[in-house]
């Protein structure tokens, strides 16, 4: 399979981890040879309820036996997605209502992008140095990351920069903007929280200047934060909420949600403003509503904090400079690329799956699932200090 794999399936860099999966179930992924591997990652934060959860299993069965596909989005009134915008839309603040549904977070972002230049007539995007929306053009040209970008260009046009935390920047929000697009907590540039109120400052500025603010909550959404979203921590509330990866207990999807009176202008002028075939789909809406439904019934999110807490008693040693992010978004801030390279293979060697950031070569993810419970995050925290201790100082 592994000559396969590197000869048929297209590869995303030359030196992936090739890990041979045979299932996963709850914490854990087994591969091929039986072996269990405590995972720490969750799909890069897509698995909130971890693997192969049985609401979510169950929801995706009972919905596969009814229909799985029957129109392109918008055409059709299908149970599911109903359900889950309608359920969605009670637990978000006003204005935020109405839920476009798409297939990934990177073309949430794309219909977010052209939703606040639909809406406002401008054409200006701001985005922040060092942000992370996705990998398609419309998201490549809002990345604040030169180096992997300036192979693909030309970009779209007309995008800024501003900086995270920056109060001074706040200024290039002008009565020209479109629309300022954040990550409540900016994740390749690792796990960086907003401070001093900057969110809220952000928010006075767009609304001073008719700019709509769009927030990532890609990453952070979904409980992981201990709130169902970031935002709800820094008293801010965007005009686009755009979410995505941990919404579906590991089913691909995305979504931007406005107000209902934003979103009818992708309706007119012109007609299909936005469209997709598969967004929508009543398969992956299901598996939606069970995974939010989950959530928002169980004690998961309050106890994100708790399990924060724990990591941080136990992450404690020399070469682990910080700990920084909020809730299950974490990243060990090590002092050198090299260290924390050589934690992640070697605690791969030892059955536990950890992961870098796009960014920041001095980190090292921790974003397990949200039902990951204290004995499997102490024995997971155990052999990243097993390996540290090992590690030549």
């Known amino acids: 399979m592994k000559e396969d794999y590197f000869k048929y399936q297209a590869q995303t860099s030359s030196h992936p981890l090739a890990l041979e999966i045979s299932h996963a179930k709850g914490s854990y992924i087994y591969d091929t040879k039986g072996r269990a591997h405590l995972d720490f990652v969750a799909g890069v934060s897509a698995l909130s309820l971890g693997h192969c959860h049985p609401r979510v299993v169950n929801a995706i069965q009972d919905q596969v036996q009814k229909y799985m596909h029957v129109m392109v989005y918008g055409e059709y009134i299908q149970e599911p997605a109903v359900a889950y915008t309608k359920l969605l839309a009670s637990l978000l603040p006003a204005p935020l209502e109405t839920t476009y549904l798409v297939n990934s977070g990177t073309e949430a972002i794309e219909g977010a992008l052209k939703l606040a230049r639909r809406f406002t007539g401008r054409s200006q995007i701001l985005s922040a140095k060092n942000a992370y929306h996705g990998n398609t053009m419309g998201s490549l040209s809002i990345m604040g990351y030169e180096e992997r970008k300036s192979a693909f260009r030309p970009l779209i046009p007309d995008v800024g920069f501003i900086r995270f935390n920056s109060e001074e920047d706040l200024l290039k929000i002008t009565e020209r903007t479109a629309g300022v697009v954040l990550e409540t907590i900016q994740g390749g540039a690792g796990f960086i929280l907003p401070e001093n109120g900057y969110l809220k400052k952000v928010r006075e500025r767009c609304t001073a200047m008719g700019a709509m603010l769009i927030l990532d909550e890609i990453q952070p959404g979904f409980g992981r934060t201990g709130k169902l979203f970031a935002f709800e921590h820094y008293d801010c509330v965007p005009d686009i909420l755009v979410i995505g990866k941990g919404m579906a207990g590991g089913m691909p999807v995305g979504a931007f949600v406005a107000s209902h009176h934003m979103m009818q202008s992708l309706i007119e002028n012109p007609k299909l403003g936005h469209i997709t075939t598969f967004g929508g789909n009543p398969v992956i809406a299901a598996a ?42 974490l990243a060990l801030i090590m002092e050198k690329p090299e260290v924390a390279n050589e934690v992640i293979l070697k605690c791969a060697e030892k059955g536990l799956i950890l992961f870098w950031l ?32 090992g590690l030549k100082q």
């Open 288 to 329: 939606c509503l069970a995974t939010l439904q989950e959530i928002t019934e169980s004690k998961l999110i309050q106890e994100s904090l708790e399990k924060e807490a724990l990591f941080r008693k136990l992450l404690q040693h020399p070469l682990i400079k910080e700990i920084r992010g909020k809730g299950l978004m």
């Open 358 to 389: 796009l960014f920041e070569p001095n980190a090292i993810r921790i974003s397990p699932p949200l039902t990951i419970n204290n004995q499997e995050i102490s024995l997971g925290c155990a052999l990243i200090l097993e390996v540290l201790n």
